[in-house]
């Protein structure tokens, strides 16, 4: 469950070292769960990297310490919140994907981001 002023760690390489958030746009309750894109602002960016310090960016949510119900009946949960930062088309900026990602995300139709990662749980 991410909710406003979360903190984020972002699972790619576009250069980003924490994300915060600053919106959940088109969420009753403003909470957002894995596969929802949210507002995010970049801070302590590589001076390398494709994404810039205090950067306002689109953020799509891959990993979240809130279990997560399946239709199944099982739940998936992982070790932090992360999320991985992507264009206005849906595409990832980075070139990597870094850690597990939930099933959900492929479900959602982000099937460049499941196909670069590593693991899909």
Known sequence: MIQLRSI???A???GAK????????????KK??????????VH????NG????REKVKVLVVRTRKEVKRNDGSY??????????????GLPVGTRILGPIAREVRDKGYTKI???AREVI
């Open 18 to 29: 924490k994300l915060a958030v600053i919106g959940v746009p088109g969420r009753l309750g």
């Open 44 to 47: 302590g960016a590589d001076p």
């Open 114 to 116: 499941a196909s670069l």
């Open 8 to 10: 984020l760690k972002p």
């Open 76 to 89: 998936v949960r992982f070790d932090d919140n992360a999320g991985v930062i992507i264009d206005k088309y």
């Open 12 to 14: 790619d390489n576009s």
């Open 50 to 53: 494709s994404v810039k310090n």
């Open 32 to 41: 957002a769960t894995v596969g929802d894109v949210i507002n995010c602002v």
